[in-house]
């Protein structure tokens, strides 16, 4: 739609000429149907109605996170403790929304604990002495603590504390590569080709775990993995007819996690009552019983609040410090790729520098509250949500941090988190098959970006694929191979050398970045396109901070800070780029809903259009 007096002389295209075929990425990123926007308001009742689906829509992984890691914590037995440490995974993933969302990107998007970081969580607590004596072959079974007892609580909160020092130190690497604006130096170095074997293998090191929780019952765990396919992709386009969303609500698509959940825990509690699985714990199918943790409900407390520190006084150590910086790396390129997806499907422009620079610094101060309350791993921006305001076309804020607030409440409730801890095992290996499945995919669909009929390109993924696979597998079946003569500087390297997506990453970073190949060999010319660094810009004030950025933009030391607006770096790429951006129009269409097309335009003057 043109404005008055304004022709298509006046829009400006930021499509290279060579690369004619990107056109059809601007459009669609200039051109945002939408219900509500990213500063947009709905009713109360919206608000907590949309808030809830998008705490729904990102449970899947946040009760995933501690299930995953429970064995190698040592947690496993003290139930009532695995609940707490739901609650609080939850809890602190509100926490870390509600800051996100008001302080850092300002987008809308859901922030929670990280798969990336379990890998080196493997590896971290594999390398301590006796982390589990539980899983010692050598121990003597009659002189261990009892399981759930004071005794064992000491056990896990002991390895728990050792994560977190370790993540909370780890963490300063986010907050000084974002508020220092180094992000934007690394980017540069860093394209498809890095990307891709890094997230690839955060899920090809976890098959062992999805394997060893489906065993247990493997026809449980195929319905599972079965409905969660059937809903995802074969019923996803049915929508439920809903008054408060125009079109229905496409329900099988937004929680097909939480349905194959539910319908398959129904099934074992089925089972179970008709006494179809044995009751003899040696017996294979006893984990599919829903009557093992029944006690869990009992004990645990109707509210209890997390606090920080309730594990005790964190411990730090080099390896495992080093450990969670290569976690840490892989989550911020996560959440980069979100910052731009988010902006697109919210109607918002791309997010500039210093917006980016400001969501990972914050990112990074998250974190530091995650290692304060004893999550086990960092938070990170979660795609599964983004991709929620796709479907639902509601990129409100307002919304966002309603979620935050509801993920707080929900973490007060100890029995809610206490309730997931009776999901069996065979149904929670059926939901990682499927998870981690798709994080690989993922990692490897970053390949769209470069071309793979060039042999540079399928050696520079392929040996740091194989390589991130063989050598932390070989070291962790012998970790006493590593011999220097120094036992901490021993640790460290087998820390780093186990951890799958930093020896697989570091070497794809470093063949791409020295075997010689042109910026669009490398994927770097699709690439930026399509994060966001050739389209269409719009009123960026919906990155300014809230109440003082009228005040901070007065003061003339704030343009050498690269988290504000006026920062010079900022300005003059903008001024390099030739573009002046002075804000949007906004075409409103009456319909149902409300619904409203935003149409961005850019001027190449100072004159508002």
Same mark, same amino acid.
């Given at each position: 739609?043109?404005p008055?007096?304004?022709?298509?002389?006046?829009?400006?295209?930021?499509?290279?000429?060579?690369?004619?075929?990107?056109?059809?990425?601007?459009?669609r990123?200039?051109?945002?149907?939408?219900?509500?926007? #990213?500063?947009d308001?709905?009713?109360?009742?919206? =608000?907590?109605?949309?808030?809830?689906?998008?705490?729904?829509?990102?449970?899947?992984?946040?009760?995933?996170?501690?299930?995953?890691?429970?064995?190698?914590?040592?947690?496993?037995?003290?139930?009532?403790?695995?609940?707490?440490?739901?609650?609080?995974?939850?809890?602190?993933?509100?926490?870390?929304?509600?800051?996100?969302?008001?302080?850092?990107?300002?987008?809308?998007?859901?922030?929670?604990?990280?798969?990336?970081?379990?890998?080196?969580?493997?590896?971290?607590?594999?390398?301590?002495?006796?982390?589990?004596?539980?899983?010692?072959?050598?121990?003597?079974?009659?002189?261990?603590?009892?399981?759930?007892?004071?005794?064992?609580?000491?056990?896990?909160?002991?390895?728990?504390? &050792?994560?977190?020092?370790?993540?909370?130190?780890?963490?300063?690497?986010?907050?000084?590569?974002?508020?220092?604006?180094?992000?934007?130096?690394? $980017?540069?170095?860093?394209?498809?080709?890095?990307?891709?074997?890094? %997230?690839?293998?955060?899920?090809?090191?976890?098959?062992e775990?999805?394997?060893?929780?489906?065993?247990?019952?493997?026809y449980?765990c195929? $319905?599972?993995?079965?409905?969660?396919?059937?809903?995802?992709?074969?019923?996803?386009?049915?929508?439920?007819?809903?008054?408060?969303?125009?079109?229905?609500?496409? %329900?099988?698509?937004?929680?097909?996690?939480?349905?194959?959940?539910?319908?398959? !825990?129904?099934? =074992?509690?089925?089972?179970?009552?008709?006494?179809?699985?044995?009751?003899?714990? &040696?017996?294979?199918?006893?984990?599919?019983?829903?009557?093992?943790?029944?006690? #869990?409900?009992?004990?645990?407390?109707?509210?209890?609040?997390?606090?920080p520190?309730? !594990?005790?006084?964190?411990?730090?150590?080099?390896?495992?410090?080093?450990?969670?910086?290569?976690?840490?790396?892989?989550?911020?390129?996560?959440?980069?790729? +979100?910052?731009y997806? =988010?902006?697109?499907?919210?109607?918002?422009?791309?997010?500039?520098?210093?917006?980016?620079?400001?969501?990972?610094?914050?990112?990074?101060?998250?974190?530091?509250?995650?290692?304060? !309350?004893?999550?086990?791993?960092?938070?990170?921006?979660?795609?599964?949500?983004?991709?929620?305001?796709?479907?639902?076309?509601?990129?409100? *804020?307002?919304?966002?941090?309603t979620?935050?607030?509801?993920?707080?409440?929900?973490?007060?409730?100890?029995?809610?988190?206490?309730?997931?801890?009776?999901?069996?095992?065979p149904?929670?290996?059926?939901?990682?098959?499927?998870?981690?499945?798709?994080?690989?995919?993922?990692?490897?669909?970053?390949?769209?970006?470069?071309?793979?009929?060039?042999?540079?390109?399928?050696?520079?993924?392929?040996?740091?694929?194989?390589?991130?696979?063989?050598?932390?597998?070989?070291?962790?079946?012998?970790?006493?191979?590593?011999?220097?003569?120094?036992?901490?500087?021993?640790?460290?390297? *087998?820390?780093?050398?186990?951890t799958?997506?930093l020896?697989?990453?570091?070497?794809?970073f470093?063949l791409?970045?020295?075997?010689?190949?042109?910026?669009?060999e490398?994927?770097?010319?699709?690439?930026?396109?399509?994060?966001?660094?050739?389209?269409?810009k719009g009123?960026?004030?919906?990155?300014?901070?809230?109440?003082?950025?009228?005040?901070? +933009?007065?003061?003339?030391?704030?343009?050498?800070?690269?988290?504000?607006?006026?920062?010079?770096? &900022?300005?003059?790429?903008?001024?390099?780029?030739?573009?002046?951006?002075?804000?949007?129009?906004?075409?409103?269409?009456?319909?149902?809903?409300?619904?409203?097309? %935003?149409?961005?335009?850019?001027?190449?003057?100072?004159?508002?259009?």
């Amino acid at each position: 739609m043109e404005p008055a007096g304004k022709g298509p002389s006046n829009r400006r295209s930021y499509t290279a000429a060579s690369e004619t075929k990107d056109i059809e990425l601007t459009n669609r990123a200039t051109k945002v149907e939408i219900l509500y926007g #990213v500063d947009d308001r709905p009713p109360w009742y919206l =608000c907590l109605l949309l808030g809830f689906q998008q705490v729904l829509t990102a449970f899947g992984g946040t009760f995933a996170f501690p299930l995953l890691i429970k064995d190698a914590l040592c947690i496993g037995g003290d139930e009532v403790g695995l609940g707490q440490l739901i609650s609080t995974v939850l809890f602190v993933g509100g926490l870390a929304t509600l800051i996100q969302a008001t302080f850092g990107i300002r987008l809308p998007i859901i922030q929670s604990v990280s798969f990336a970081f379990v890998s080196p969580i493997f590896v971290i607590l594999r390398s301590q002495a006796a982390n589990c004596p539980y899983t010692d072959p050598t121990a003597n079974a009659s002189l261990l603590p009892e399981r759930g007892s004071e005794d064992h609580r000491q056990i896990w909160q002991d390895n728990l504390r &050792e994560l977190q020092g370790c993540l909370m130190v780890a963490s300063l690497l986010s907050v000084v590569i974002g508020f220092s604006g180094i992000i934007g130096v690394l $980017m540069k170095y860093i394209g498809p080709l890095t990307v891709a074997p890094t %997230i690839t293998l955060i899920a090809f090191s976890l098959f062992e775990g999805a394997s060893s929780q489906g065993s247990g019952h493997w026809y449980i765990c195929f $319905m599972t993995i079965f409905l969660v396919a059937l809903f995802s992709q074969y019923l996803r386009d049915i929508a439920i007819p809903c008054p408060c969303v125009a079109g229905g609500i496409k %329900i099988f698509a937004l929680f097909p996690v939480l349905l194959s959940t539910c319908i398959s !825990w129904v099934v =074992c509690i089925i089972l179970t009552m008709a006494g179809v699985l044995t009751n003899d714990p &040696e017996k294979w199918g006893y984990a599919a019983r829903t009557d093992i943790q029944l006690h #869990v409900l009992q004990e645990s407390k109707w509210f209890r609040l997390p606090y920080p520190g309730q !594990w005790g006084m964190p411990k730090v150590n080099l390896a495992g410090v080093l450990g969670m910086m290569a976690g840490m790396l892989a989550s911020v390129i996560e959440s980069l790729g +979100d910052y731009y997806a =988010c902006a697109r499907l919210s109607g918002a422009p791309s997010p500039p520098g210093y917006a980016i620079n400001r969501g990972i610094g914050v990112e990074g101060i998250t974190c530091i509250l995650a290692g304060v !309350w004893g999550t086990g791993g960092g938070n990170t921006s979660y795609s599964e949500n983004v991709g929620a305001i796709g479907i639902t076309k509601v990129g409100s *804020r307002l919304v966002v941090q309603t979620a935050g607030i509801l993920m707080i409440l929900l973490g007060c409730l100890g029995k809610f988190g206490a309730l997931f801890v009776t999901i069996p095992e065979p149904v929670v290996g059926g939901l990682f098959y499927i998870l981690f499945g798709m994080v690989g995919a993922v990692g490897i669909s970053n390949l769209q970006f470069v071309p793979l009929n060039s042999p540079r390109n399928l050696f520079v993924f392929g040996v740091p694929l194989f390589f991130g696979l063989s050598v932390p597998g070989w070291l962790n079946k012998n970790p006493g191979a590593i011999v220097t003569g120094n036992e901490n500087l021993d640790q460290v390297l *087998r820390v780093l050398c186990g951890t799958n997506m930093l020896v697989g990453g570091a070497l794809a970073f470093l063949l791409d970045n020295t075997i010689p190949g042109t910026p669009k060999e490398r994927g770097l010319v699709a690439w930026g396109k399509v994060e966001g660094t050739n389209e269409t810009k719009g009123d960026l004030s919906v990155y300014n901070l809230p109440l003082i950025q009228p005040w901070l +933009d007065r003061l003339p030391f704030i343009r050498y800070i690269p988290v504000c607006p006026s920062f010079v770096l &900022e300005k003059k790429t903008r001024e390099d780029d030739g573009t002046q951006i002075d804000g949007i129009e906004e075409n409103c269409v009456i319909g149902v809903g409300n619904e409203r097309s %935003i149409d961005v335009q850019i001027s190449d003057s100072n004159q508002i259009i």
